[in-house]
């Protein structure tokens, strides 16, 4: 990467403009686009100039909103319309939702009437729904047709099409009566119809589905485009693989902020502010530190404890440390197992005996190897059963709380991800604190009284 740049840096310093244009002619649009993070001010319009006509448009899609943003402000109109002509409805979407409302308007006085109606439309969609990301952009056929037919439609308007790998068969209402994948129409007899070969079983997406759960039935139904229809069933657009994918990238770096205790930020790490990532981390902090003060209460109510075996006071880090991971383990499992649909809120019963045998068997290790470790050190068996005890209870309650946790969460409709790590630990600490104490003063304050 860093010698393609300095590569590309030293043709355009030295204005070898038409070898820098066959350069680009063999680079993916993705990596060209990638390389523009790394251009400054003129180097940046100097390049994209010049790009071919459709790669241009392909690289634009792939951009940095400001980087966007910039090549709007000195692009021709003649250029503009170029790229904007190339979108994808769904590409077009995006960008518009991305930039400022006085680049809005340039980009749609470059766009036709009939389009920017349908682009309109796709921005009235709730964020986050599969209506706002589909494309309008797909092939559709009819059953009457014959292979060859669809053939020749195909050949006419697969090339602004956003796939022309999965077909959808449309009665005169637009409702979906089948599918038909090009592999299929291309391995049958040319005079047989569409409804002979096509595929009856459909699986298909409401426009207000949400985004996390589209992601998912492609790794459900392992398909390259599924078809989004309306309440009354017609079919209205496609969402494909590609989209998913994005989607789900999106997704997990939002749930990866939310287990880290912060709000999601919708720019890259270097481009959100300062005071914009204070906000994101400073609610979640504030909380759990107030939450804090009821472990440190806790604590006081066994002072007692602490004059009589002042050794205590060692294995707190250990009982807590052991307690959140064991939760933690749990809980990233469920959070995962509910995020695939792998379980249902109908199998709590089911995931918490699993666990609670899992902890069993767990928390018998770590109390027969942490017992063996106690003895050699301090040659007390009081203070190995107290703290074997800990260690088999805590890990139990622990992998039950984190299991249970999440599919509450599920349960009330929140995002289960915003518990995993700051919140469960919280519990969890509480809970490991409390059975140490109530085990440790049982056993140990009487016999060293």
């Not at 066959?22 to 993070?37: A, G, H, M, T």
């Not at 459909?202 to 790794?219: G, H, L, P, R």
């Not at 990532?277 to 602490?306: C, D, P, Q, V």
């Amino acid at each position: 990467m860093e010698e393609r740049v300095a590569e590309i840096k030293e043709m355009l310093k030295n204005k070898e403009l038409s070898k820098l244009k066959e350069y680009l002619k063999n680079l993916n649009s993705v990596d060209i686009s990638s390389l523009f993070d790394e251009l400054k001010g003129e180097e940046i319009i100097l390049m994209y100039r010049l790009l071919e006509k459709e790669k241009a448009a392909e690289v634009f899609t792939e951009l940095d909103s400001d980087i966007q943003e910039k090549l709007i402000g000195v692009l021709t109109d003649k250029e503009l319309k170029d790229v904007v002509d190339e979108l994808y409805f769904d590409d077009a979407v995006d960008i518009i939702e991305e930039m400022p409302s006085n680049v809005v308007k340039r980009i749609l006085k470059h766009i036709a009437p009939e389009d920017r109606q349908i682009i309109n439309k796709l921005l009235q969609y709730p964020d986050d729904s599969a209506g706002s990301m589909m494309t309008t952009e797909f092939i559709d056929l009819k059953e009457n047709m014959t292979v060859e037919e669809a053939l020749d439609k195909i050949k006419k308007i697969g090339v602004d099409s956003e796939t022309v790998y999965n077909c959808y068969v449309l009665s005169t209402t637009r409702k979906i009566v089948g599918v038909i994948t090009l592999e299929k129409l291309l391995l049958s007899d040319l005079n047989e119809t569409i409804s002979e070969i096509m595929d009856r079983s459909i699986i298909k997406i409401s426009t207000m589905e949400d985004q996390e759960n589209v992601a998912n039935m492609f790794d459900k139904y392992d398909e390259y485009a599924l078809p989004v229809v309306d309440k009354e069933d017609r079919l209205v657009g496609i969402i494909t693989i590609d989209d998913a994918l994005a989607i789900l990238k999106e997704e997990q770096e939002e749930d990866f902020e939310k287990m880290a205790a912060m709000l999601p930020s919708e720019e890259s790490y270097l481009k959100t502010s300062v005071f914009t990532h204070i906000k994101n981390r400073i609610g979640w902090l504030l909380i759990l530190m107030l939450s804090a003060t009821i472990t440190g209460t806790i604590l006081a109510k066994y002072e007692s404890a602490f004059e009589a075996v002042p050794l205590l006071v060692t294995f707190i880090p250990m009982i807590m440390g052991t307690a959140g991971n064991s939760g933690q383990q749990t809980s990233t499992i469920i959070i995962r197992a509910l995020a695939t649909e792998e379980v249902g809120l109908k199998d709590w019963l089911k995931v918490l005996w699993k666990e609670i045998r899992v902890g069993f068997l767990v928390g018998m290790a770590l109390l027969v190897v942490n017992s063996i470790r106690i003895y050699i050190q301090y040659k007390d068996f009081e203070l190995c059963a107290a703290l074997g005890l800990t260690l088999f209870a805590t890990v139990v309650v622990s992998k039950s709380i984190g299991c249970l946790l999440p599919m509450f969460v599920k349960k009330i409709k929140k995002d289960p991800a915003v518990v995993a790590a700051p919140l469960l630990t919280t519990v969890i600490d509480l809970c490991a604190i409390v059975i140490y104490f109530q085990i440790a003063t049982s056993i140990l304050t009487e016999f060293h009284s």
